[in-house]
Structures are given as structure tokens and as C-alpha cells.
């Protein structure tokens, strides 16, 4: 069974940046789109950014278009969100996903434990 480990999170002033890591072990990344959520205190888990299983195609939320860049090394078995730009609004849980499904949702797939992104003022 996939486990999919996030790391990178942290505390950064507005305007910083941050790379995250999802490093998946006991199964491949190279067949699933991935992709990563987040979720802020009190709401929901919302989209962040996806990418195909070739690496063909890439989404992201209007939220975070232009600032967030997701790529993948399949050779290494991990998928990267690199944030640029960071705003206070970006604070929140980051959560990669490994899923067959395009684009990826909320409900499916195999799912890591999730990194903390701070961003202060």
C-alpha cells in the first residue's frame, strides 16, 4: 500500500517562498496524476494544483495561479509544489494526492498526512 509523505512546510513571511515534497514509498507515482489540496483552519480542503501522470498537464486554482508551480521527478517518486508570492491567505495543511482520476478530488486516492504552510503578515 502507497504511503505518500509531505515535507518543506513551514513558517514565511508574506512574499517568501517555500518548496514542498510529497515522497511516495510502497508504490509507484509514475501511472497517477497527482496533485495537492490544502486546507485552512475552519474550511473546508480545497485545490491547489494537479499534474498528469506523464507530466503532460498541470491545473491550479485561480487562487494560486502564476505563484505555485507543481512538478514531479517519477524517478524519485515525488511530486514538488513550489509557492512562490506567499500570501497570509495560503496558510493552511498542504495534502498531496496519488489518483486515477483527472482532475484530482477531494474524495479519492491516496492521501498523505500533510505539511503546515504558515504564512505572517
Known amino acids: 500500500q502507497v504511503q505518500l509523505e509531505e515535507s518543506g512546510g513551514g513558517l514565511v513571511q508574506a512574499g517568501g517562498s517555500l518548496r514542498l515534497s510529497c515522497a511516495a514509498s510502497g508504490g509507484t507515482i509514475s501511472s497517477y496524476n497527482m496533485g495537492w489540496f490544502r486546507q485552512a483552519p475552519g474550511k473546508g480542503r480545497e485545490f491547489a494544483a494537479a499534474?498528469?501522470?506523464?507530466?503532460?498537464?498541470?491545473l491550479y486554482a485561480d487562487s494560486v495561479k502564476g505563484r505555485f508551480t507543481i512538478t514531479r521527478d517519477n524517478a524519485k517518486n515525488t511530486v514538488y509544489l513550489q509557492m512562490n508570492s506567499l500570501k497570509p491567505e495560503d496558510t493552511a495543511v498542504y495534502y498531496c494526492v496519488r489518483t486515477l482520476r483527472w482532475p484530482p478530488s477531494s474524495n479519492m486516492g491516496a492521501w498523505g498526512k500533510g505539511t503546515l504552510v504558515t504564512v505572517s503578515s
Open positions: 499534474i498528469a501522470w506523464n507530466g503532460g498537464s498541470t
